[in-house]
Protein backbone atom coordinates (compact mmCIF):
# COMPACT_ATOMS: atom_id res chain seq x y z
CA UNK A 1 0.00 0.00 0.00
CA UNK A 2 2.13 2.51 -1.49
CA UNK A 3 2.18 6.01 -0.03
CA UNK A 4 2.89 9.06 -2.11
CA UNK A 5 5.13 8.84 -4.21
CA UNK A 6 8.20 11.52 -5.08
CA UNK A 7 10.80 11.80 -7.70
CA UNK A 8 13.91 12.98 -8.01
CA UNK A 9 14.36 13.32 -4.19
CA UNK A 10 16.85 15.65 -4.82
CA UNK A 11 17.88 17.60 -7.91
CA UNK A 12 20.30 19.92 -8.63
CA UNK A 13 20.12 22.50 -11.24
CA UNK A 14 22.46 25.21 -13.09
CA UNK A 15 20.85 28.53 -13.70
CA UNK A 16 18.74 28.46 -16.75
CA UNK A 17 17.88 24.60 -16.99
CA UNK A 18 14.59 23.01 -16.38
CA UNK A 19 13.38 20.74 -13.54
CA UNK A 20 10.22 18.21 -13.62
CA UNK A 21 9.27 17.34 -10.48
CA UNK A 22 7.09 13.66 -10.34
CA UNK A 23 4.68 12.88 -7.74
CA UNK A 24 2.53 10.02 -8.21
CA UNK A 25 -0.51 9.96 -5.57
CA UNK A 26 -1.41 7.36 -3.36
CA UNK A 27 -3.38 4.23 -4.74
CA UNK A 28 -7.02 5.68 -5.54
CA UNK A 29 -6.22 9.20 -4.70
CA UNK A 30 -7.20 11.92 -7.82
CA UNK A 31 -6.39 15.46 -6.53
CA UNK A 32 -2.83 16.31 -5.82
CA UNK A 33 -2.07 19.26 -4.13
CA UNK A 34 2.04 21.16 -4.75
CA UNK A 35 3.43 23.02 -1.99
CA UNK A 36 6.68 25.12 -1.74
CA UNK A 37 8.80 24.97 1.61
CA UNK A 38 12.11 27.46 1.56
CA UNK A 39 14.52 27.07 4.34
CA UNK A 40 13.22 27.81 7.89
CA UNK A 41 9.95 28.84 6.07
CA UNK A 42 6.46 27.23 6.58
CA UNK A 43 4.59 24.77 3.25
CA UNK A 44 3.55 27.44 0.99
CA UNK A 45 0.26 26.20 -1.82
CA UNK A 46 0.94 26.38 -4.60
CA UNK A 47 -1.41 24.34 -7.25
CA UNK A 48 -4.01 21.99 -7.20
CA UNK A 49 -5.17 19.77 -9.58
CA UNK A 50 -7.27 16.61 -10.33
CA UNK A 51 -6.95 14.28 -13.27
CA UNK A 52 -6.19 16.41 -16.37
CA UNK A 53 -7.52 19.64 -14.74
CA UNK A 54 -5.83 22.51 -12.95
CA UNK A 55 -8.83 23.48 -10.11
CA UNK A 56 -6.73 26.53 -8.34
CA UNK A 57 -3.45 27.79 -9.40
CA UNK A 58 -3.82 30.67 -7.04
CA UNK A 59 -0.47 29.88 -5.46
CA UNK A 60 1.75 29.36 -8.76
CA UNK A 61 4.33 31.82 -9.95
CA UNK A 62 2.57 33.42 -13.00
CA UNK A 63 6.28 33.05 -14.88
CA UNK A 64 8.34 29.68 -15.31
CA UNK A 65 6.29 27.67 -13.41
CA UNK A 66 3.84 24.79 -14.55
CA UNK A 67 1.91 21.73 -13.69
CA UNK A 68 -0.09 19.56 -14.95
CA UNK A 69 -1.59 15.60 -13.96
CA UNK A 70 -2.49 13.81 -17.12
CA UNK A 71 -4.85 11.22 -17.68
CA UNK A 72 -2.35 8.64 -17.12
CA UNK A 73 1.05 8.87 -14.95
CA UNK A 74 2.47 11.11 -12.20
CA UNK A 75 1.54 14.85 -11.45
CA UNK A 76 4.50 16.77 -12.87
CA UNK A 77 6.10 20.34 -11.73
CA UNK A 78 7.97 21.92 -14.15
CA UNK A 79 9.89 24.64 -13.83
CA UNK A 80 11.60 26.48 -16.40
CA UNK A 81 15.22 28.51 -16.35
CA UNK A 82 15.41 28.30 -13.14
CA UNK A 83 17.06 30.70 -10.44
CA UNK A 84 18.85 30.37 -7.20
CA UNK A 85 15.50 31.32 -5.66
CA UNK A 86 13.83 28.56 -6.83
CA UNK A 87 16.12 26.19 -4.35
CA UNK A 88 13.49 24.55 -2.05
CA UNK A 89 11.65 21.50 -0.97
CA UNK A 90 9.02 20.66 -3.30
CA UNK A 91 5.97 18.40 -1.48
CA UNK A 92 3.57 16.81 -3.61
CA UNK A 93 0.30 15.72 -1.31
CA UNK A 94 -2.27 13.54 -2.03
CA UNK A 95 -6.26 13.44 -0.93
CA UNK A 96 -9.29 10.75 -2.09
CA UNK A 97 -11.60 13.91 -2.36
CA UNK A 98 -11.74 17.28 -2.50
CA UNK A 99 -10.93 19.84 0.30
CA UNK A 100 -14.58 21.08 0.75
CA UNK A 101 -15.63 17.23 1.62
CA UNK A 102 -15.76 17.48 5.63
CA UNK A 103 -12.90 15.98 7.36
CA UNK A 104 -11.31 15.05 4.03
CA UNK A 105 -7.39 15.06 4.61
CA UNK A 106 -4.30 15.04 2.56
CA UNK A 107 -0.79 12.82 2.30
CA UNK A 108 2.83 13.85 1.58
CA UNK A 109 5.20 12.82 -0.35
CA UNK A 110 8.96 12.83 1.18
CA UNK A 111 9.41 15.88 -1.26
CA UNK A 112 11.89 16.54 -3.70
CA UNK A 113 14.48 19.31 -3.07
CA UNK A 114 15.97 21.45 -5.51
CA UNK A 115 19.26 22.88 -5.39
CA UNK A 116 20.40 25.81 -8.06
CA UNK A 117 23.91 26.65 -8.56
CA UNK B 1 -4.79 38.62 7.33
CA UNK B 2 -3.31 34.88 6.96
CA UNK B 3 -6.26 32.14 6.87
CA UNK B 4 -4.30 30.19 10.09
CA UNK B 5 -1.77 31.50 12.49
CA UNK B 6 0.53 30.29 14.92
CA UNK B 7 2.80 31.20 17.58
CA UNK B 8 5.78 30.39 15.40
CA UNK B 9 7.66 29.60 19.23
CA UNK B 10 10.31 28.16 19.84
CA UNK B 11 9.11 26.47 22.64
CA UNK B 12 11.67 24.33 24.69
CA UNK B 13 10.68 22.08 27.17
CA UNK B 14 11.90 19.63 29.56
CA UNK B 15 11.27 15.85 29.06
CA UNK B 16 8.17 14.90 30.98
CA UNK B 17 6.80 18.67 30.73
CA UNK B 18 3.23 19.63 29.05
CA UNK B 19 3.10 21.83 26.28
CA UNK B 20 -0.27 23.49 24.29
CA UNK B 21 0.14 25.30 21.08
CA UNK B 22 -2.90 27.36 19.91
CA UNK B 23 -3.71 28.40 16.32
CA UNK B 24 -6.70 30.86 15.22
CA UNK B 25 -8.11 30.19 11.55
CA UNK B 26 -9.59 33.68 9.94
CA UNK B 27 -12.34 31.83 7.75
CA UNK B 28 -15.64 31.14 9.54
CA UNK B 29 -16.48 28.75 6.85
CA UNK B 30 -14.02 26.54 7.99
CA UNK B 31 -15.08 23.09 8.62
CA UNK B 32 -12.25 20.75 8.76
CA UNK B 33 -9.56 21.35 11.29
CA UNK B 34 -6.24 19.22 11.77
CA UNK B 35 -2.73 19.59 13.71
CA UNK B 36 0.04 17.97 11.48
CA UNK B 37 3.41 17.25 12.42
CA UNK B 38 7.24 17.61 10.49
CA UNK B 39 10.20 16.63 11.30
CA UNK B 40 13.53 17.97 10.37
CA UNK B 41 13.82 17.83 6.25
CA UNK B 42 10.52 15.59 6.50
CA UNK B 43 7.31 15.47 5.25
CA UNK B 44 4.59 16.98 7.08
CA UNK B 45 2.77 13.96 8.89
CA UNK B 46 -0.88 13.80 9.81
CA UNK B 47 -0.69 13.65 13.75
CA UNK B 48 -4.59 13.69 14.17
CA UNK B 49 -7.96 15.74 12.96
CA UNK B 50 -9.76 17.89 15.63
CA UNK B 51 -13.34 17.26 16.76
CA UNK B 52 -15.93 19.49 17.79
CA UNK B 53 -16.00 17.82 20.82
CA UNK B 54 -12.58 17.66 21.39
CA UNK B 55 -10.28 14.62 21.03
CA UNK B 56 -7.31 12.59 22.46
CA UNK B 57 -4.91 10.41 21.42
CA UNK B 58 -2.15 8.87 24.02
CA UNK B 59 -0.58 11.54 25.15
CA UNK B 60 -2.84 14.07 22.44
CA UNK B 61 -5.29 16.49 23.11
CA UNK B 62 -7.16 18.44 20.21
CA UNK B 63 -9.83 20.73 20.88
CA UNK B 64 -11.58 23.22 18.78
CA UNK B 65 -13.45 26.71 20.05
CA UNK B 66 -15.27 27.70 16.49
CA UNK B 67 -16.95 30.33 18.41
CA UNK B 68 -13.36 32.20 18.82
CA UNK B 69 -11.90 30.67 15.77
CA UNK B 70 -9.47 28.82 17.87
CA UNK B 71 -7.82 25.20 17.90
CA UNK B 72 -5.43 23.78 20.36
CA UNK B 73 -3.41 20.80 20.99
CA UNK B 74 -2.07 19.83 24.23
CA UNK B 75 1.27 17.10 24.62
CA UNK B 76 1.59 15.36 28.51
CA UNK B 77 4.13 14.07 29.35
CA UNK B 78 6.58 14.95 26.55
CA UNK B 79 8.77 12.84 25.04
CA UNK B 80 12.38 13.48 23.47
CA UNK B 81 10.77 12.41 20.18
CA UNK B 82 8.06 14.71 20.19
CA UNK B 83 10.30 17.79 18.75
CA UNK B 84 9.22 18.96 15.80
CA UNK B 85 7.19 21.27 14.33
CA UNK B 86 3.70 20.87 14.51
CA UNK B 87 1.60 22.48 12.07
CA UNK B 88 -2.07 23.35 12.57
CA UNK B 89 -4.61 22.58 8.92
CA UNK B 90 -7.63 23.81 8.18
CA UNK B 91 -10.06 23.46 5.02
CA UNK B 92 -13.12 24.74 4.54
CA UNK B 93 -16.39 24.07 2.10
CA UNK B 94 -15.63 27.02 0.06
CA UNK B 95 -12.50 26.30 -0.78
CA UNK B 96 -9.82 24.52 -2.83
CA UNK B 97 -7.25 24.34 -0.60
CA UNK B 98 -5.96 23.13 2.51
CA UNK B 99 -4.82 25.87 4.85
CA UNK B 100 -1.13 25.75 6.54
CA UNK B 101 -0.10 27.38 9.72
CA UNK B 102 3.12 28.30 9.15
CA UNK B 103 4.08 25.88 12.39
CA UNK B 104 5.13 26.03 15.78
CA UNK B 105 8.71 24.53 16.50
CA UNK B 106 8.70 22.29 20.29
CA UNK B 107 11.93 20.99 21.22
CA UNK B 108 11.85 18.64 24.29
CA UNK B 109 15.22 18.86 26.30
CA UNK B 110 16.72 15.65 28.39
Known amino acids: NAGVMQNPRHLVRRRGQEARLRCSPM?????VYWYRQLPEEGLKFMVY????????ESGMPKERFSAEFPKEGPSILRIQQVVRGDSAAYFC???????????????FGPGTRLLVL | RKEVEQDPGPFNVPEGATVAFNCTYS??????FFWYRQDCRKEPKLLMS???SGNEDGRFTAQLNRASQYISLLIRDSKLSDSATYLC???????????FGTGTSLTVIP
Open chain 1, 93 to 107: ASSLRTPRDTQETQY
Open chain 1, 27 to 31: KGHSH
Open chain 1, 49 to 56: LQKENIID
Open chain 2, 50 to 52: VYS
Open chain 2, 27 to 32: NSASQS
Open chain 2, 89 to 99: VVNRWTGNQFY
